[in-house]
């Protein structure tokens, strides 16, 4: 088999901490790629259930660089940006029972996007028995 080249046997193998290049404007002064990630969900939302009249923050924490903007949603339908939230969750304050139902939060950046979702249940407890029925921590 004279005259083919001779080809290694190992395949080069990339770096555990793959660095995306070509996304425009990832790049720090020096002109190299500083460490990117798509989010991820370090928190999750949870299942609660509230009493009407009470207040919830329904708690995320995501991780991603460049920082992941979030959306949230109620039953598929985007909540305003004016409402209550913040990096850490979305407050929803004096629950009617039309607050619950299904909420999805959506992190994303320039490398992409991630979702969690859980179910909220608000139960009219009368009125004067306004209590939290289970502490979203």
Known sequence: ???????????????????IKDVPGLQNHEGETPDVSAPVFTRKLRK????????????????GHSKPSMTWFHNEEPIPP????????LWIRDCHTDDAGLY??????????????????VMDLGEGKHFLLLNNR
């Open 82 to 89: 004016s409402e209550a939230k913040d990096s850490g969750g």
């Open 1 to 19: 088999m004279a005259g083919r080249p001779q080809l290694s046997p190992y395949p080069t193998i990339p770096s555990k901490k793959a660095k």
């Open 104 to 121: 999805t939060c959506v992190a994303s950046n320039k490398l992409g996007e991630a979702s969690c979702s859980a179910v909220l249940a």
């Open 48 to 63: 609660a259930a509230v009493g009407t009249g009470c207040d919830i923050r329904l708690r995320v924490s995501v991780s």
